[in-house]
């Protein structure tokens, strides 16, 4: 990202909530979805959603100057775009903007983070979280984890893996992809207990229940299992604090048969902490969303990992901008 020069810089990225929001508001209201199939007049629209008229007239209007509607005497459609990415029932829907909602909610908080420290109104247990909430996230996971799990199995030596074991792996999204590339693969995914249902449904729609079996658990408190030729930590380090981290990779790492890779793919920070954007940036969305977590530098995580017995450590750098770290057990 191109650093900030300009006042008028500054003030745009300032201002850039307003059309978030506005998508967002749109989005759950389910505007796209009323819209879906035939014309229909803002007035018509609010009393759908119950909703005042006069307001979602303006609301609607915004949308239109965004491409995201069109207007032809009073009558409001989809766009072709919105009707492909904003429509739930689309195959092509934006599954990732239900989370982003409930995201916004947790930065509205962040000044008020800041001064305490921790998060507010924090659920103490993920596993306690509605199902709703769990479903969008697992949905804005899966919807980068297919392609990211695809661009791993092709950056690894997977010919004599026999048994996998993804960690807090959610939708199975990144064992789908190990087993794309070696279908002599058996993948354990382990993760809570209210994520495990939505984590069969995505094995079922995938086809993959003689392959792929499911375990539920805290990673912190129970047992991994062993015999794994691979363990994956997809997106799950920057929830802990480094103590938790420290027992997580142990467990990891004694989880593997000897020869076994553990992957931890996560944001990896310079030593100071400054870059990347993403990842400094991703620290705060840690403080507004969790009790203690954090984006760690590679050093760090590279400690934990020597401290668990792992050698051969090296960072593989994707294509696209992500970045994973690699342990072997001798």
């Known amino acids: 990202m191109k ?11 300032v201002n850039g909530f307003r059309l978030s929001r506005i998508i967002l508001t749109a989005h759950e209201l389910r505007i796209f979805d009323h819209l879906n ?9 609010a009393s759908r959603i119950v909703a005042d008229r006069r307001a979602t007239d303006r609301l609607m209007n915004v949308l239109v100057s965004l491409g995201l ?12 775009f919105a009707g492909k990415y904003l429509v739930s029932s689309s195959p092509d829907f934006l599954l990732g903007l239900g ?7 947790k930065w509205s908080t962040l000044t008020e983070v800041i001064t305490k420290g921790t998060a507010l109104d924090l659920e103490d247990d993920f596993n306690e979280r509605g199902f709703s ?8 996971m899966h919807a980068r984890g297919v392609a990211q799990g695809r661009e791993l199995a092709s950056m690894l030596e997977l ?3 026999k048994r996998s074991l993804d960690v807090g792996g959610g939708s199975g999204a990144f064992t ?4 794309e590339k070696n279908p002599a693969i058996r993948g354990v995914i382990f993760d809570l207990p209210n994520v495990v249902p939505v984590t069969r449904k995505y094995i079922d729609k995938a086809n993959l229940g003689q392959s792929v079996v499911t375990v539920a658990g805290d990673y912190l408190s129970d047992d991994l299992g062993s015999g794994f030729d691979l363990v ?28 076994g890779q553990l992957v931890i793919m996560d944001h990896l920070m310079s030593e100071d902490r400054t870059e990347p954007l993403q990842g400094a940036v991703f620290a705060i969305n840690m403080l507004v969303g969790t009790k203690h977590g954090d984006t760690y530098t590679r050093d760090e995580i590279g400690g934990w990992m020597k401290a668990a017995g792992l050698g051969g450590i090296k960072t593989l750098d994707s294509p696209t901008g992500v970045q994973y770290i690699i342990g072997i057990k001798s």
């Open 3 to 13: 650093k900030i020069e300009q006042p008028a810089e500054l003030m745009d990225i």
């Open 37 to 45: 199939g035939k014309p229909c007049s803002s007035a018509e629209t």
């Open 69 to 80: 509607l069109d207007k032809q005497q009073d009558l409001f459609t989809n766009s072709v």
């Open 99 to 105: 989370h982003t909602a409930n995201l916004w909610r």
């Open 133 to 140: 909430w769990i479903e969008s996230f697992i949905a804005a």
């Open 159 to 161: 010919s004599k893996t």
């Open 176 to 179: 789908f992809g190990f087993i």
């Open 232 to 259: 994956l930590m997809s997106a799950i380090i920057h929830i802990n604090n480094p103590e938790e981290n420290r027992i997580l990779i142990k467990k990891g790492a004694d989880a593997l048969s000897p020869g």
